[in-house]
């Protein structure tokens, strides 16, 4: 999967204590200078995004209802937050200057809230910018891409029919198929406690079997009375099929092919912006998208370093940019799942951990398209497929 965790974490301790030290002095010493970092996160903890029939909990239930950002969510943003502005404490200013930094988030109240909460802790307001002495926060502008625009965040793209056939074939699939039957008596069981009728579910790209699992996920972090039959065997059974269900959508078969359709306008987006970044010296040096757990999902797979598992919330891609000393530029990559450990170093397969931007642009190359409308009218034809679903 090309993560060095275990490697890089105690060089990156150490290089981080050389950085509080002797950060100018670092910078020569390892002849190399950070000049871009563009980060991407899921939100944090929400409520369910919908309820299975047979739910013990409906809507009302929930404080503000389905698919928003909890207290709990708000805090692990904030410690996001905090963590970033330590991390790049000799990279971005302390004071927030809008010329340094963009947010950009999806469209929902969600993703929204969480950039809002990330922001609490990246950039609480001292000295000059405090405006009230009692609130140790400032309002600092989070963009809303909507869903037609560029760069793409919220996947899975269903408005294509070239993906809608490579997503039945995916199901087909011999790939697919070897995976899902050792759960084929299991999902008959579910079907029966959820209410769904048995042949919905089994269709994992409807995001049915996924909203059971995240439902009683949800509710067990809220401390909801939990049904009778959702054992911790069970809800650790339907975690492994929610894993399945979000590879069946960008990964296993056909990969490259979907990512070209899905993830790859992400990474299109990404590399456009590290690569004007390492051509001009611009004012900005941080770009942020707040986003979905399909979000780093069709770009982790799309990049082939996805570690089969759902990203956590709060999950936090980061691509940083640097000038090496003999003037070349290098992309590192690292994934935070986790508030303890250091973030594991993420390494595009065929490239060295810290790739050439020029051999990382030609590496990706295959999953790039020009004309994403007409790649995604060629082989058409429609199909029944659920309706696009974010987490
Ligand atoms: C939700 O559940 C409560 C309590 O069981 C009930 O009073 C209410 O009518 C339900 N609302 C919906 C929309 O089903
Ligand atoms: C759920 O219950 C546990 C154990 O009592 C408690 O530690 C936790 O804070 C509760 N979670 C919420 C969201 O209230
Ligand atoms: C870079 O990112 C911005 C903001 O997300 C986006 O609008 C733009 O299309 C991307 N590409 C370039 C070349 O800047
Ligand atoms: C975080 O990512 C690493 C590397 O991919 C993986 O080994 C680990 O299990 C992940 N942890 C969580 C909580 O997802």
């Known amino acids: 999967m090309g993560e060095t965790c275990l490697a890089r974490s105690s060089k990156y301790l150490y290089f981080s204590l ?9 910078q020569s010493v390892l002849g190399r200078e950070l000049k871009f970092v563009l980060v991407i996160y899921r939100h944090g903890d929400r409520s369910p995004i919908e309820v299975y029939p047979t739910s013990l909990h409906n809507e009302s239930e929930w404080p503000q209802g389905f698919g928003q950002l909890t207290k709990i969510g708000m805090q692990q943003q904030y410690e996001l937050g905090q ?5 790049y404490s000799n990279f971005i200013s302390t004071a927030y200057k809008r010329e340094e930094i963009l947010i950009q988030s999806t469209e929902t109240d969600r993703t929204i809230m969480s950039a809002q909460a990330n922001l609490a802790g990246l950039f609480p307001p001292s000295g000059d910018q405090i405006w009230n002495p009692k609130i140790i926060w400032q309002p600092i502008p989070v963009h ?49 406690y959820s209410g769904y009728d048995p042949r919905t579910l089994i269709y994992l790209d409807n995001f049915k079997m996924w909203h059971v699992q995240d439902t009683l996920f949800c509710e067990s972090i809220h401390n909801y009375t939990l049904p009778v039959w959702a054992t911790q065997d069970v809800r650790a059974k339907l975690a492994e099929l929610t894993v399945l269900s979000l590879s069946s959508l960008f990964g296993i078969y056909k990969r490259e092919e979907k990512a070209r359709l899905q993830g790859g306008l992400l990474v299109k987006a990404i590399l456009e912006n590290l690569s004007r970044a390492a051509k001009n010296s611009e004012k900005r040096k941080m770009l942020v998208y707040s986003a979905h757990d399909t979000t780093l999902g069709a770009l982790q797979m799309a990049l082939n370093v996805y570690n089969e598992r759902l990203p956590p919330y709060a999950a936090c891609q980061i691509f940083e940019l640097y000038q090496e000393n003999n003037g070349e530029h290098t992309i590192e990559m690292y994934f935070r799942n986790h508030t303890v450990k250091d973030p594991c170093q ?21 999953i790039l398209v020009e004309d994403w409308a007409n790649e995604c009218r060629q082989m058409g034809g429609g199909g029944k497929i659920g309706k696009c679903s974010q987490a």
Do not use: W
């Not at 074939?169 to 299991?186: L, V």
């Not at 993420?346 to 295959?366: H, I």
């Open 144 to 192: 809303v891409v909507p869903k037609a625009d560029n760069p793409k965040l919220r996947f899975p793209m269903f408005n294509c029919p070239r993906y809608k056939k490579l997503l039945r074939e995916t199901m087909r699939s011999n790939e697919f198929q070897a995976k899902i039957q050792p759960y084929k008596e299991f999902m008959k069981t579910i079907a029966s």
């Open 18 to 26: 050389l950085g509080l030290i002797f950060p100018f002095f670092l």
């Open 83 to 87: 963590y970033l502005k330590k991390r």
């Open 346 to 366: 993420l390494t595009l397969p065929g490239c060295s951990s810290a790739c050439p931007l020029s051999k990382f642009a030609e590496l990706v190359t295959p």
